[in-house]
């Protein structure tokens, strides 16, 4: 069994290192071919992504300078080819896509005999091939190639190098479909209108905004002090210092924001109050002269338990939990009208508020 030597280990922590340095959309670029063609010596290093269902080729990365005419197109002769590549067949019939040679599955005269050999390794002098892929659904194939002409085979210290290297590739390949997503979601995010009910807020490691949409920009100003930077405001902080699991409420009018934390995201929402009944209003703006239940069910001709079920039906919608609270609610949405009215006096007659019994 192949073994690695020191020199080996070392070349392949480096080519991984400087794999995932470069980073991007794409998870494998021509400049980390040139470096995987430096831990595999070969005349052709390539990487491609075929959709076999919709006879799409997805991604073609060839090493620079390995470029050629043809490897962007692919025609109907060598889709049907394509399942008579000797390693591809193998790879179907065994289930395990791990690193072989042609070498591996076929003799040189079977080679040689095979029409995929014909149309697409013997016009370019291709007579050694080492291939990979990537684990993934069996229609969508990612695979890498290696290739080299006349002269001496891949060995099976090559193909233990690439085995090694398959689960680092898959998590490259993943990296850049994340980082594409993202970046793709954060597009969206950016273009929504500022007047959007909706915002998000992605924290960085030391708990400041590492980005924040339009509509988390005017909410966050709406719903609490005015904060520079990317400082969350003192509220939002000690809320996530605190480790609670429910929401962060604040109101502002008739409208309120809820703050709820997925990670290090945060999600703002913001919703209009729920309007309260005539009834109810009538109910609160006695209980805001002082009116206990019993007086409200006296001078509006209900009975205590009614009243006591209109104010339950208050403290939800204004999210509050005493008649003090409740009060002061109705208070500040008289002031906010900007009239000095009383909003129940302006519901007719019957739901004025006199200064007498009713009886």
């Known amino acids: 069994m192949a073994a690695l030597s020191t020199s080996d280990a070392e070349r392949l922590l480096r080519f991984v290192a400087e794999a995932e340095s470069i980073g991007g959309d794409q998870p494998f670029t021509g400049d980390v071919l040139v470096e995987l063609g430096r831990v ?53 019939r065994t289930g395990r896509f791990v690193a072989l040679r042609l070498s591996d599955v076929v003799t040189r005269r079977e080679l040689h005999q095979n029409r995929f050999y014909d149309v697409a390794l013997r016009p370019w002098g291709v007579e050694h091939e080492l291939k990979v ?4 659904p069996s229609w969508h194939a990612k695979t890498f190639m290696f290739g080299r002409k006349l002269g001496r085979d891949f060995s099976k210290r090559d193909r233990l190098v690439l085995d090694l290297l398959t689960p680092h590739f898959a998590r490259l390949w993943e990296a850049a479909r994340t980082r594409r997503l993202l970046a793709a979601a954060l597009a969206e995010l950016e273009r929504a209108p500022e007047t959007d009910t909706t915002g998000v807020v992605l924290l960085g490691p030391s708990g400041g905004m590492e980005f924040e949409s ?11 002090a005015a904060v520079g930077g990317a400082r969350l405001p003192a509220a939002v902080v000690e809320w996530l210092k605190s480790g609670s699991r429910d929401p962060l409420y604040r109101r502002q009018g008739a409208q309120s924001l809820a703050v709820e934390r997925s990670g290090d995201t945060l999600l703002l ?19 805001a002269r002082g009116k206990t239940n019993a007086q409200i069910a006296e001078l509006l001709w209900l009975a205590p338990s009614t009243v006591r079920k209109h104010l339950e039906n208050v403290y939800e919608k204004l999210g509050v939990t005493t008649r003090t609270a409740a009060a002061a609610r109705f208070l500040g949405v008289i002031d906010a009208d900007g009239s000095g009215e009383n909003p129940a006096d302006r519901e007719g007659p019957s739901r004025s508020l006199p200064e007498t019994s009713k009886t």
């Open 133 to 136: 892929r990537l684990a993934s």
């Open 269 to 287: 929402r913001e919703t209009q109050q729920t309007a309260l009944t005539a009834r109810e209003r009538e109910v609160l703006a006695w209980v």
């Open 214 to 224: 339009r509509p988390a920009h005017r909410l966050l100003r709406t719903y609490f």
């Open 40 to 92: 595999i010596e070969a005349d052709w290093v390539s990487y491609t992504e075929v959709d076999h269902l919709g006879r799409r080729l997805l991604a073609y990365v060839p090493r620079p300078g390995d470029e050629d005419d043809e490897g962007t197109e692919i025609d109907d002769e060598m889709w049907e080819l394509m399942g008579e590549h000797p390693v591809c067949r193998h790879w179907r």
